[in-house]
């Protein structure tokens, strides 16, 4: 999003209405310096109507590719706040500032009054602060949560939101549902999130740009995929560390342009490669370590994957090992396992075919009922013509229906009464 080119006529015309003139504002600021100068230099408080004051200086982060990062940022440092964060008020020398950041910080929540001072803010950096809910204004575009109590996120407006990056990783969501009208998200970051347990890739759905998703050590047992339509933009998948034991690699194929996969650390012991070229066409890597894999298998399925020039180990193994990748001679439990998972799996089918058969057969019963049905007046209209009257004067169709209609109450009855009981009784 290119905020600097719109940023002048929108964002000051706002200012001039909605602020204290600048000559007031600095003022404002002026004393707030003073009054920070004469408090001690470093308050390890903040009590309640307390003015604090952000220093504008060159921090260090981390980008979305863990690389390290540096970049200006107004940092408050030493903010301590009660249950009540509303008293405090966050300035700088310039309101004009689109980063801020908290070091060394304690509050539940992100203070509202930051968001109302700075209006325009962009990135908020506030990882490791006890927050325990995070609010999500509508122009935030990256937000560093990592390494807090969260549980509950709120977003400003429904899916008017900026947010390109999303990192809260080393928290305590439970549930994804305020998180997925983000249509501007590019990199999700919820790793090590251990209560989220397992989570339906449909929930990403409205991420169309979403290249980074880490799902790392949140609990998850299985795959679920209900995603209706492909997330086209998705490179990145991380699953490690989690308790998967089968993952089919159909379960990926709502994702095209999927290049790296990360799989281990979990309990997986079997593995199909065969669809992988037309599930999986994009893949680079798919990295399988610190599994429960039998050697036998891994072998062979290590060997395909190297033969596409898939990469499939980020470490090294000091046990037994095939291709590298840490594996063990126990197969037949690992086999008794895969079989009993298949079993299953085809168990499910067979309920699912059994259901479709039953219906099937009541359809084909009724059909034979009906057919049944003319087999009867058929044969009574037959039995009418041989044992009716011998002369049928002008059309044999008309003397048939005469017929049948004049034996119908006499020994036609009984033998429709015997067919309906047949009827019945089947
Ligand atoms: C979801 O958002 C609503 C409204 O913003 C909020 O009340 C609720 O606590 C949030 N839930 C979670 C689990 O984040
Ligand atoms: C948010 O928007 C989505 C569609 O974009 C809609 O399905 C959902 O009900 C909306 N939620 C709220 C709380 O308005
Ligand atoms: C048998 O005869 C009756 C009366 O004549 C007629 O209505 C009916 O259509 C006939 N049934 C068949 C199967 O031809």
């Not at 209006?119 to 809910?133: F, M």
């Amino acid at each position: 999003m290119d905020y600097a080119s719109h940023e002048v006529p929108v964002t000051t015309g706002v200012r001039t209405v909605q602020r204290p003139p600048f000559s007031a504002r600095y003022v404002l600021l002026a004393f707030a310096f003073l009054l920070q100068l004469q408090l001690s230099p470093v308050p390890s408080a903040v009590a309640a109507g307390e003015i604090m004051i952000c220093n504008y200086e060159k921090f260090n982060l981390f980008d979305s590719m863990y690389r390290p990062r540096t970049e200006q940022f107004c940092v408050f440092s030493d903010v301590y706040l009660g249950p009540d964060v509303k008293g405090t008020d966050f300035l700088a020398s310039s309101l004009d500032y689109k980063r801020v950041a908290f070091t060394n910080s304690k509050f539940t929540q992100v203070p509202p009054s930051l968001f109302k001072n700075f209006d325009d803010i962009r990135e908020l950096y506030v990882r490791r602060c006890s927050l325990e809910s995070l609010k999500v204004t509508r122009q935030l575009e990256k937000v560093y949560a990592g390494g807090n109590r969260i549980a509950s996120v709120q977003l400003d407006g429904n899916a008017s939101n900026s947010l390109r990056e999303l990192y809260l990783d080393g928290n305590r969501m439970r549930a994804l549902a305020n998180l997925t009208n983000l249509p501007n998200l590019e990199v999700l970051v919820l790793e090590n999130n251990p209560l989220l347990g397992d989570v339906d890739l449909a929930q990403f759905e409205r991420m169309e740009h979403l290249w980074k998703l880490d799902l790392e050590r949140i609990g998850m047992t299985k795959v679920q995929n209900g995603l209706q339509r492909p997330l086209a933009a998705l490179k990145r998948l991380d699953l490690s560390n989690n308790a998967l034991t089968y993952v089919h690699v159909r379960m990926f194929r709502t994702f095209p342009r999927l290049e790296h996969l990360w799989l281990h650390g979990n309990r997986l012991y079997f593995l199909e490669a065969d669809q992988l070229p037309l599930m999986m066409p994009s893949v680079r890597s798919i990295v399988i370590d610190d599994n429960y894999w039998g050697c036998g298998h891994l072998a062979v399925l290590g060997q395909q994957l190297r033969d596409r020039g898939i990469v499939i180990r980020h470490g090294e193994c000091r046990t037994r090992a095939v291709h590298r990748v840490c594996c063990s001679d126990v197969t037949e439990v690992v086999d008794f396992r895969y079989i009993i998972e298949m079993g299953v799996r085809r168990e499910g089918r067979l309920e699912q075919d059994l259901r479709e058969l039953r219906t099937v057969t009541g359809l084909l019963r009724q059909d034979l009922e009906r057919l049944r049905h003319r087999m009867g007046e058929l044969s009574a209209n037959l039995t009418n013509r041989l044992t009716g009257p011998a002369t049928t004067d002008g059309d044999p169709d008309q003397a048939v229906s005469k017929e049948s209609s004049a034996v119908g109450a006499t020994s036609d009855g009984s033998a429709e009464e015997s067919y309906e009981e047949d009827s019945r009784s089947n």
